[in-house]
């Protein structure tokens, strides 16, 4: 069969490559013999005409789609547009859309199976079903039409060994990513503009409310060895010089965590390390910190989401903020750039609770941070509560706020993200730091306009 894997465009800006896909393509390959095509029509801002165009020129038999929440209507749009330049196509969807909502993926009439949780397999055994007239419901972790109704065939076990699956890279195309003034890659502000995103785990242990749980509960990884060998070869065959480490928790395991970082250190592979998610912070000390800037890091983020003791508890995260301060302190004295990633907004979270959180953010010695509103996304604990509350959880991006769940009206919430980002970032020693220590690349001006844009509104409405 002719298999075009898709993202399709989006408002999104930023466009690393679509590593899911890239995984699905792999899987495929080695149990099938399709043609198959990546199209990343984010990157290439692919919509309408040309995008139909694409899809003419290749007329798949099936169409496999990535979908998040932030790109829903535009995937079902591609989809319409594909059905009509394809007759007989088979449209199936992918990615944390699908495994959030499953049989509401089918309200649409021109998506025929959604798969839910991870890919590999299923896609597999999908495909297989699909080219010889299969049942598709001995297939674990699909949704699709049993006789005109939506059904879901239950979820399929996780990976255990991730030393056994890769992307596809040769087809996600790494050299379409190298662009010194594109937002292609996970981290806007970087040192240099061949970077790559990388996953080595799935899976995180904690419970967090606010979280997805796409790859579950259980942490799994790369072994260290299958690690580096991995980031040798993008290295080597593709001249990756910065390697953005994308997984939910990288130190969930501090001792396999130690042996990469030394790993990378000892072999002086000259690679850029960034850690986009951060760390567990309270999993951190400063030896560990000490690896992360010898093996290469420069970017760090610190994923502190509340400045408030009982709001920590309330969304079951439950670090130690103290320690997480003393961390935030250890990596900038090392020469980390550091980051925090913050979130208003928690169910019950008072106006104080929310000064608490700008308090400690302005009072770290973070060089960045960010300040988003609580969104309860599907499939997460919060968007479980949104909906008991009777309140709306379509999110389309982590700026906009589309169902306040504190204790403050709306517009205190928006006044309280411009208040968050105008204390934090007019501050003339930060910004000393911050332009001492961020790259001097045409990369770093990016940031730079959002950032003002966040400061003079009333945050994204």
């Known amino acids: 069969m002719r298999v075009l894997l898709l993202r399709p465009n989006s408002s999104v800006s930023n466009a690393p490559p679509p590593l899911g896909l890239g995984y699905v393509a792999q899987a495929l390959r080695q149990a099938r013999n399709d043609a198959i095509q990546i199209l990343d029509a984010r990157l290439l801002r692919l919509s309408g005409e040309n995008l139909a165009q694409r899809i003419r020129e290749f007329a798949p038999h099936v169409l496999g789609i990535s979908v998040s929440d932030f790109d829903r209507d535009n995937a079902l749009e591609a989809a319409r547009a594909a059905r009509r330049e394809v007759p007989g196509l088979r449209v199936v969807l ?180 960034s850690f986009f998610n951060g760390m567990r912070s309270d999993l951190l000390d400063e030896p560990m910190l000490d690896l992360v800037r010898d093996a290469g890091g420069y970017n760090l983020a610190f994923a502190v989401e509340s400045g408030s003791p009982r709001v920590q508890k309330i969304i079951k995260k439950g670090l130690d903020l103290e320690r997480v301060r003393d961390m935030i302190s250890a990596a900038v004295s090392k020469g980390l750039f550091a980051n925090g990633l913050f979130i208003l907004g928690f169910p019950t979270e008072t106006a104080e609770e929310m000064e608490q959180t700008i308090e400690f953010a302005c009072k770290s010695k973070l060089h960045g941070a960010m300040f988003f509103y609580l969104n309860p996304f599907p499939g997460t604990e919060v968007g479980e509560m949104a909906e008991k509350m ?72």
């Open 94 to 273: 992918g990615g944390p859309y699908v495994s959030a909502n499953r049989e509401k993926v089918l309200e649409d009439p021109e998506v025929d199976v959604g798969v839910v949780g991870e890919g590999e397999v299923t896609a597999v055994e999908l495909f297989d079903a699909l080219d010889g007239g299969g049942d598709l419901s001995r297939i674990p972790g699909i949704v699709f039409r049993d006789q005109g109704v939506p059904r879901f065939t239950g979820h399929r076990e996780f990976l255990t060994d991730l030393d056994r699956i890769r992307p596809a890279w040769d087809l996600l195309d790494p050299f379409a990513y190298f662009r010194p003034l594109s937002s292609s890659t996970i981290i806007r502000v970087r040192q240099h503009y061949r970077a790559l995103p990388v996953v080595t785990s799935r899976g995180c242990p904690y419970g967090c409310i606010y979280c997805h749980k796409v790859f579950g509960k259980t942490f799994r990884a790369m072994s260290p060895g299958a690690v580096v060998e991995e980031l040798a070869y993008l290295q080597e065959r593709f001249g990756m010089r910065q390697v953005d480490l994308v997984e939910d928790t990288f130190n969930a395991d501090p001792a396999r965590a130690r042996t990469i970082l030394e790993t990378i250190r000892d072999r002086d592979m000259g690679l850029v390390l």
């Open 390 to 461: 009777g309140r709306q959880v379509d999110s389309y991006n982590f700026f906009s706020m589309h169902a306040n769940l504190s204790a403050v009206p709306d517009e205190v919430l928006y006044r309280m993200s411009r208040r968050a980002y105008r204390r934090f970032y007019l501050n003339p020693g930060r910004m000393a730091r911050v332009f001492a220590r961020m790259p001097k690349n045409p990369s770093s001006l990016m940031p730079l306009g959002i950032m003002a844009n966040l400061l003079v509104r009333d945050g994204y409405r």
